[in-house]
């Protein structure tokens, strides 16, 4: 079974950074394009960014230049690297692991920016 296991979540200042981190129990991590989502109350969930089998990255005009998506497959980890953070960035962020047919979310760990 896949199992996406995330950490790195908590409280920060505007302003501040965090790293937050997807480590997949997955036989082959390499062959997954990985994601990650955030979500707020009231609102739909959102492509944050994703990288790619080969480490093609992508990023949501909301994020881009402050966030950078990266991946370990010796480590079956994958991680969201967030700057220069602001109060809207406060989410519910999600690790997804996608296949072509088939994918895979994380639990979801919560990121507040507040001061």
């Known amino acids: 079974q896949v199992q996406l296991v995330e950490s790195g979540g908590g409280l920060v200042q505007p302003g501040g950074s965090l790293r937050l981190s997807c480590t997949a129990s997955?036989?082959?991590?390499?062959?997954?394009?990985m994601d990650w989502y955030r979500q707020t109350p009231g609102k739909q969930r959102e492509l944050v960014a994703n990288?790619?089998?080969?480490?093609?990255?992508h990023y949501a005009d909301s994020v881009k230049g402050r966030f950078t998506i990266s991946r370990d497959n010796a480590k079956k980890t994958a991680y969201l690297e967030m700057n220069s953070l602001k109060a809207e960035d406060t989410a519910v962020y999600f690790c997804?692991?996608?296949?072509?047919?088939?994918?895979?979310w994380g639990q979801g760990t919560l990121v507040t920016v507040s001061s």
């Open positions: 997804h692991a996608a296949l072509p047919q088939v994918g895979y």
């Open positions: 990288i790619t089998r080969g480490g093609d990255t």
């Open positions: 997955v036989r082959i991590f390499s062959i997954y394009v």
